[in-house]
């Protein structure tokens, strides 16, 4: 079993800025990839970027550039900075890790609000 816990949403006008945090706790060695997924009210969820333990990255082409997805080992913790926010990034974001045998796991999530 792996937990996750995010942090960090909050609040911020357009062009704003935060960081989200997510703390990995249980079996992590079992982690292949991790990530960050969004849900809008009234749509369905969607990957917004994915690290996996390579170091190799994937963006959704509606935040490449915007978003930045980190990965601290030592920390078990992964993070998305997120620069000039828009409205249409408000949603509840959710941290992911996938399992090397394909289990998914999710976080609770953690509301972002982006003021126009």
């Known amino acids: 079993q792996v937990q996750l816990v995010e942090s960090g949403g909050g609040l911020v006008q357009a062009g704003g800025s935060l960081r989200l945090s997510c703390a990995a706790s249980g079996n992590i060695f079992s982690i292949k990839t991790m990530g960050w997924s969004r849900q809008a009210p009234g749509k369905q969820r969607e990957l917004v970027a994915s690290?996996?333990?390579?170091?190799?990255?994937n963006y959704a082409n509606s935040v490449k550039g915007r978003f930045t997805i980190s990965r601290d080992y030592a920390k078990n913790m992964v993070y998305l900075q997120m620069n000039s926010l828009k409205p249409e990034d408000t949603a509840v974001y959710y941290c992911n890790a996938v399992a090397t045998w394909g289990q998914n796991y999710w976080g609770q999530g953690t509301q972002v609000t982006v003021s126009s």
């Open positions: 690290i996996i333990t390579a170091g190799t990255t």
